[in-house]
């Protein structure tokens, strides 16, 4: 065999060293493309979740709203004379709520109507309307009259947006529900009330709730329990901007238009108030529903797959509830 031909039975070292040299640029190539794929996928998951989580959210806020019998603009929680419904306001609503941590900023505050009993299961037990009034006497005794007539009791609903560091929910901000219900405990023979709760009518009004119209004092005995575990979470990974820019368009009154009435922001665009969450309330008199806009913003910073360049990226949704209560509606023909 000639020498020539034995030297073609193999590779020589170079040809193997440039061989693995051009392999491991291929798998190497590779393996960065799938991690940058990954790395988009969950990214593009992070952001579409936290999309639906605003989504869900605002769900939960317009099927408040649309029930809601009165809706407080931000003239209602400052109290600071400002139109507050049909007149002013002077002491602000924010007194009367719980005392929560000052990292609870409150938004948006409401009056429904809730079917009681609260948390009746389907074979009803739990919760039940007494059977019973007259072993009660008083005012429990008229409440108890009432509810087993209308079944229904009034609920004052808070949205706060809370910036206290949180281990299990996470973001710079969250936003909460906070519902301040009128009985503590239904039962057949026992009807409590929870402090700091006062109906919304009679000495007082919706507006001007819990002041005594006639003599401008409180008639809460003591304000309601600041319990975290009624104030519910809703979402987390809420935007926290304090900047005002853009936050009193939607709330002017339209300058082609000036007939339109005007929104009044809620909380107000003071110093020190959130961008990323705040509503427009509009009062159209006693004889129309009243609207109201919110507006939410998200922010991803600390989800899965989130870089530093991709926190710019912040969702918002908006969306106008009509009210579709007919509280103290005044017909107009």
Avoid: H
Avoid at 24 to 38: E, K, Q, R
Avoid at 279 to 296: D, E, I, K
């Amino acid at each position: 065999m000639k020498l020539w031909q034995q030297r073609q039975k193999g590779f020589t070292l170079v040809e193997i060293l440039v061989s693995l040299v051009m392999a491991s640029v291929i798998v190497v190539s590779l393996g960065a493309l799938l991690i940058d794929m990954l790395q988009t996928e969950t990214r593009e998951a992070s952001l579409n979740q936290l999309r639906q989580d605003l989504k869900a959210a605002m769900d939960m806020i317009s099927t408040d709203l649309s029930e809601a019998v009165f809706v407080y603009n931000g003239n209602c929680l400052a109290g600071n004379g400002g139109q507050c419904g049909t007149g002013t306001r002077s002491q602000p609503l924010t007194n009367f709520l719980p005392p929560f941590p000052n990292t609870m900023n409150p938004v948006l505050a409401m009056w429904i109507l809730e079917p009681v009993p609260y948390d009746q299961n389907r074979f009803g037990n739990g919760n039940v309307i007494p059977q019973d009034c007259n072993i009660f006497s008083g005012d429990l005794r008229t409440d108890c009259i009432a509810l087993r007539n209308g079944r229904r009791a009034y609920t004052l609903v808070v949205y706060y947006l809370d910036t206290a560091p949180d281990p299990v929910w996470q973001g710079q901000a969250r936003l909460l529900r906070y519902a301040l219900r009128k009985y503590r405990t239904v039962t057949n023979n026992r009807l409590e009330l929870n402090q700091g709760y006062v109906e919304p009518s009679g000495f007082t009004n919706f507006a001007q709730w819990p002041i005594n119209v006639n003599t401008n004092a409180s008639l809460q005995g003591a304000r309601p329990i600041a319990d975290m575990a009624q104030a519910v979470v809703v979402t987390d990974f809420i935007d926290l901007n304090w900047d005002n820019e853009g936050a009193l368009i939607p709330c002017q009154q339209g300058i082609d238009n000036p007939f339109v009435p005007p929104y009044v922001r809620t909380p107000l665009a003071n110093a020190g108030v959130p961008n990323s969450f705040y509503a427009c309330v509009q009062s159209r008199g006693a004889s129309f529903n009243n609207a109201t806009f919110v507006y939410l913003r998200g922010n991803p910073q600390g989800l899965p797959g989130i870089r530093a360049q991709d926190e710019a990226t912040r969702p918002v949704i908006t969306t106008t509830v009509l009210s579709r209560s007919v509280q103290r509606k005044v017909p107009n023909f």
